[in-house]
C-alpha cells in the first residue's frame, strides 16, 4: 500500500455496522442482496475512492480484520495445504488492496495467471475467495503474534 493510500485509510471515519456485516459476508464467500448491502458497497467505495488499481473491498476486509472489528473464528487455524513463494508474494499484494491487473503487472505476468493463482491459494487456506484469504493472513499473524508474546 502506498504511503497516501495509508494515510488516507489511516484517517478515515469507523466503520458502519452494516459495513460491517458487508466486510464478513465477503470474507465468507456469501453474496446477499438489499439496500443495506448496496449503501454499504457504495460507502466502503466512497471510503477507498482515490485509490487507483485498489480493491476498496480488499482494503476493508484488511482495515476491518486488522482492528479486530470482525469475525475471524470461521476461518482455518492454519492452510490447508502450503502456499508456493510465488502464491505468498500474491498474497501480500492482495493484503495491500492491488487488483488482480496491477499484481499481474507488478509480478509481469498476465491476470489470468495471477486469477489462477488466487484460485489455487483459496484452495489451499480453505476460504472462498481473495478476502477470504486477506483475513486468513490477518489471523495467521495475530495468531504469530499472541504465539511470540507467550
Not at 119 to 131: A, I
Request: charged share 30%; proline share 3%; aromatic share 6%.
Amino acid at each position: 500500500m502506498t504511503k497516501e493510500v495509508a494515510e488516507e485509510v489511516s484517517h478515515s471515519e469507523p466503520f458502519s455496522e452494516s459495513e460491517l456485516a458487508f466486510i464478513e459476508s465477503k470474507i465468507a464467500g456469501e453474496h446477499r442482496k438489499g439496500s443495506d448491502w448496496l449503501s454499504a458497497m457504495k460507502s466502503l467505495k466512497q471510503r477507498y475512492k482515490n485509490t487507483p488499481d485498489i480493491d476498496p473491498y480488499s482494503l476493508a476486509v484488511t482495515d476491518a480484520a486488522s482492528c479486530g472489528l470482525v469475525n475471524l473464528d470461521n476461518l482455518l487455524d492454519a492452510p490447508v495445504e502450503t502456499p508456493t513463494e510465488r502464491q505468498n508474494d500474491i498474497w501480500k499484494l492482495l493484503r495491500q488492496g492491488y487488483t488482480y491487473q496491477k499484481i499481474a503487472e507488478i509480478l509481469e505476468t498476465t491476470r489470468d495467471s495471477i486469477i489462477s493463482s488466487v484460485d489455487s491459494l483459496n484452495c489451499k487456506l480453505g476460504v472462498e475467495n481473495r478476502y477470504g484469504a486477506i483475513a486468513m493472513m490477518i489471523k495467521m499473524e495475530q495468531r504469530q503474534l499472541r504465539e511470540t508474546r507467550l
